[in-house]
């Protein structure tokens, strides 16, 4: 018995082993070598164009088949709130008092408090905070989920398109970007361990550089990432800080595969923690220790100090401190800005019909994260690279940083938010309530400072 399966054996392996070459010699054509070089087939440009044309057919396929059957197409939540333009709340509460039988003067009226229940009403019913942590809703269906809910299968035709894509996302992309993912992590780490060794000089420089672009560029393929960049030539120099708005923990790859920086970031243990030492041997990327990264004053040394020295990378911060659904651009934290040295702003925008680039990691851990990431069609993202700015005369931290934010959101059209990013895990800040009570109590004294 043992004989007649020998031979088949033999020929499992043999298939095997054939599978094995072909694949890893399609990925080393036409993903690594184009991503060694920095050039690009085209192929991913093709691969986009085409999902758009199969995406309007099934969103025009999902419109007629609900008019079919009299449903109502799901469509994203709307309050019903007529937007105007911001009143200071002085205003307001005069309006109030003239349309009503208030005294009309500086003292307390009863219809003031309306004021404050209206707008906390509004402030419940459409939260321009906790809404900016949470993915937006599309208006068209991306064949990656179902966004009617008033029913769960309209045609046949869209039902196999769509588990047709279920293969080809879970059966071929995943593995495909999961084998990229360890290729370009475990070079990152093999190489710049090896090039740690060699001494301080140009030749240890222009090798950490080389391989840190070559391995980030592999991670971009990973994710299938199309990435358009504008306006090159305002690109982040040497003994510069980069800024940029923070969507997603890819943000990174996307900005490093385009031009080399020096990262900040607080010590990790596991898997990061050993890429983070092997980094730092090749590249002066800038950690942090736990009880460290609570001392305002020793980060923002050690910030300076690396800017001092213009043959060191520019440094890649994202001010804001946490991640935001790719809307808008909140609060700007002072620190990066206080440092009075060149600032390099940086505007990132992904087109979310592809895959959700936004990383909830309140909803969701690091692991799901990347696979719900790896298992979407493609990361479709656009990158503007801002004049570089600095601080002006007269110019506090804050006022530098609400400008750079400004220009951030303006490029990339984001809504430009006062709000800190905080609040995503905190409650409101005890300034932000003083800060309205002493509106208020210039109202009351006739515009009087306290």
Excluded at 2 to 13: G, K, M, R, T, V
Excluded at 144 to 153: A, V
Excluded at 262 to 269: F, I, K, L, T
Aim: net charge positive.
């Amino acid at each position: 018995m043992e004989s007649y399966l020998f031979p088949f054996d033999n020929l499992l392996c043999m298939l095997l082993g054939i599978s094995f070459t072909v694949w890893f010699t399609l990925l080393l054509v036409f993903i690594i070598v184009p991503a060694v070089f920095g050039v690009s087939f085209g192929i991913r440009r093709l691969y986009m164009n085409t999902l758009l044309k199969i995406f309007e057919w099934a969103t025009l396929r999902m419109e007629r088949g609900a008019k079919e059957k009299n449903q109502q197409l799901y469509k994203p939540y709307s309050n019903g709130i007529i937007a105007k333009e911001p009143a200071s709340l002085e205003q307001e509460i005069q309006e109030m008092r003239r349309s009503g039988s208030g005294l009309g003067g500086a003292e307390f009226d009863m219809s003031d408090i309306f004021y404050f229940c209206r707008r906390g009403v509004e402030s419940i019913v459409d939260d321009e905070v906790t809404k900016r942590f949470t993915a937006e809703e599309l208006e068209s269906w991306n064949l990656l989920t179902r966004s009617n809910y008033n029913f769960h299968h309209i045609s046949t035709r869209l039902t196999v398109l769509w588990g047709l894509g279920v293969l080809i996302r879970y059966g071929i992309l995943l593995p495909l970007r999961v084998t990229l993912a360890f290729t370009g992590v475990g070079l990152l780490v093999f190489l710049t361990s090896i090039i740690g060794l060699l001494p301080n000089g140009g030749m240890k420089s222009f090798l950490s550089e080389k391989v840190h672009l070559m391995c980030y560029r592999i991670c971009v393929r990973a994710l299938t990432a199309i990435i358009t960049y504008h306006d090159s030539e305002n690109k982040p120099k040497n003994g510069g800080i980069c800024v940029a708005n923070h969507t997603s923990p890819i943000d990174v790859i996307i900005l490093a595969s385009d031009g080399c920086y020096a990262m900040v970031g607080q010590v990790h243990g596991g898997l990061m923690g050993v890429i983070q030492r092997a980094m730092v041997k090749a590249c002066p990327h800038i950690w942090f220790e736990r009880s460290e990264v609570k001392d305002r004053h020793l980060v923002a040394k050690r910030l300076s100090d690396h800017v001092a020295d213009k043959s060191k990378l520019p440094i890649l911060i994202f001010p804001e401190g946490t991640c935001i659904n790719n809307t808008s651009v909140m609060m700007f934290k002072k620190g990066s800005f206080e440092i009075g040295c060149t600032v390099y702003p940086v505007a990132i925008k992904y087109d979310p019909r592809f895959g959700e680039a936004f990383w909830n990691s309140s909803k969701f851990g690091m692991v799901n994260y990347l696979l719900h990431m790896m298992s979407s069609w493609a990361i479709v993202c656009s990158v503007w690279y801002l004049p570089p700015m600095s601080r002006e005369e007269g110019e506090d931290a804050v006022q530098f940083a609400n400008r750079v934010k400004a220009a951030i959101a303006r490029k990339g059209g984001l809504a430009d938010l006062l709000w800190d990013g905080g609040l995503k895990r905190e409650k409101v800040k005890e300034v932000f309530k003083e800060e309205q009570q002493k509106l208020y109590s210039k109202v009351l004294v006739g515009g009087e400072e306290d």
